[in-house]
Nanobody, 115 residues
Framework: QVQLVESGGGLAQPGGSLRLSCAAS????????MAWYRQAPGKQRELVAH???????NYAESIKGRFTISRDDAKNTVYLQMNSLKPADTAVYYC?????????WGQGTQVTVSS
């Protein structure tokens, strides 16, 4: 069974940075486009960034130029470097496959941006 474990979240000040990690076990993620999603309180989960197997990336407009998605297939891990954080980035962040069917969702990692 595939397990996704997200980590690296926490409390950051506006303008600060965090680096999220998503470690996968039970499956080799290198053959899949992977993505980061987030869910803010009272809102639906949204796609924020994805990376193809070849390393091409795409970002939601709200985070473009501030976040960078990357992957290390040797470590079966996906990353999200988050810079210039804003209060609107506050959410639980999850990683998963870009396309259905998704793996079972992990617990996510909470990111809170506040002064």
């Amino acid at each position: 069974q595939v397990q996704l474990v997200e980590s690296g979240g926490g409390l950051a000040q506006p303008g600060g940075s965090l680096r999220l990690s998503c470690a996968a076990s039970g499956s080799i993620i290198s053959i899949y486009p992977m993505a980061w999603y987030r869910q803010a309180p009272g809102k639906q989960r949204e796609l924020v960034a994805h990376i193809t197997t070849g390393g091409s990336t795409n970002y939601a407009e709200s985070i473009k130029g501030r976040f960078t998605i990357s992957r290390d297939d040797a470590k079966n891990t996906v990353y999200l470097q988050m810079n210039s954080l804003k209060p609107a980035d506050t959410a639980v962040y999850y990683c998963n496959k870009l396309y259905s069917p998704p793996y079972n969702w992990g617990q996510g990692t909470q990111v809170t941006v506040s002064s």
